[in-house]
């Protein structure tokens, strides 16, 4: 795929993220009407922090789903990061990316593969992205925890029952000087 549809992919991508993440109050009352549920968990993809800007207090992504939901950063560690790029070595996935951050890593590994566009291997491409995504990553989730609380990979890796989730996120709250 040339580059320049690659990238108008990626836009369409961006586009189908935020309305999926705008469409989350609906599945709230969905969930409670149809099932039921009183409590309803949100599992983002990791690009949220991608089609948000966290800086803005008024990102209306954002602000839709912190009136709708506690934001929880799963903050991984060194072991964490480790583990999801060998994961991600062994099957690469489409991700999305922000054009600038897609545009500077694409120069970087043309220059590094000394190929034509043309030539390119996408999962090579894929791969050499990853680990820089990732770092690219970490301060944008961190200011997004700010509107909501941090959890750490291993704290959740303990988690076996609902009871064991209420109490970790009830922990995280009184350690940020809230109410459970």
Not at 38 to 62: K, Q
Request: with cysteine.
């Amino acid at each position: 795929v040339p580059f320049a549809e690659y990238m108008r992919r990626q836009e369409e991508h961006r586009q189908a993220e935020v309305a999926a993440l705008l469409d989350t109050p609906h599945f709230i009352e969905r969930a409670a009407n149809l099932y039921g549920y009183r409590n309803f968990i949100c599992d983002t993809g990791g690009s949220i922090c991608e089609v948000v800007d966290p800086a803005d207090l008024h990102d209306p992504v954002l602000k839709v789903l912190s009136d709708h939901l506690l934001l929880v950063w799963i903050k991984g560690s060194e072991a964490h990061r480790a583990e999801l790029i060998r994961r991600f070595d062994r099957a690469p996935k489409p991700i999305y990316y922000q054009p600038e951050f897609l545009q500077a890593v694409w120069a970087d590994f043309l220059a590094q593969e000394g190929k034509p566009e043309s030539e390119v291997d996408p999962d090579a491409f894929l791969r050499f992205a990853y680990a820089r995504l990732l770092d690219h990553r970490q301060p944008r989730y961190a200011a997004m925890a700010e509107r909501g609380l941090t959890v750490t990979a291993e704290q959740v890796a303990e988690v076996k029952t609902a009871a064991d989730f209420d109490d970790l996120i009830a922990r995280a709250l009184e350690a940020r000087g809230q109410r459970a």
